[in-house]
């Protein structure tokens, strides 16, 4: 009798632990840092944004692939080499131009990752500037112009909104 009880309660933890790890975000990071990358480049701190697209790389790397969902996993497996490529450009230089080029092709990617796979149980806008015919995502519906910066901090629209 003692026995089957320790053998329900491990199996109720395990039921527990598998429904926790359901719910869990695995890519949330990721979103994370893309944000850290569009917010220096808000600020037209390149600096900032090499720093935050280093840690972008780090947690892309650090990606639990076991914990991730099977459709999210096919989803970020595709663009993974595309998205690290980028974040590894704006890593190594401290030039705005190069970074921001660099940013739109990140940014083209990571919407398609957010269309394809969950990274936030909050909603994620599409964003677009229609002078660099290119779009971001932000947490935000207030647009903060990454291309441009405090040149032209409110060009753009949101296009779409991704809900979780």
């Not at 780090?58 to 595709?78: L, N, S, W």
């Not at 739109?104 to 957010?114: E, F, G, K, Y």
């Not at 936030?120 to 229609?130: I, R, T």
């Amino acid at each position: 009798m003692k026995h089957f009880i320790i053998v329900i309660g491990m199996f109720a933890m395990t039921s527990l632990t598998a429904r926790l790890n359901a719910q869990q975000i695995v890519l949330a990071p990721v979103l994370t840092d893309y944000y850290s990358i569009k917010d220096a480049l808000v600020s037209s701190d390149a600096k900032g944004a090499a720093q935050k697209a280093a840690g972008f790389v780090k947690d892309m790397d650090g990606v639990d692939m076991h914990a991730i969902p099977a459709k999210d996993h096919m989803a970020f497996m595709q663009l993974k080499d595309k998205l690290a490529f980028d974040a590894r450009h704006i890593s190594e230089s401290t030039d705005l131009a190069h970074q921001r080029e660099h940013f739109a092709s990140l940014s083209t990617n990571m919407v398609s990752l957010a269309k394809q796979a969950r990274l936030s149980d909050q909603p994620v806008y599409e964003e677009y500037c229609p002078m660099k015919k290119a779009s971001w995502l932000s947490n935000d519906q207030a647009i903060k112009n990454p291309y441009y910066g405090s040149s032209m901090l409110t060009c753009g629209k949101v296009t779409s909104t991704l809900k979780p």
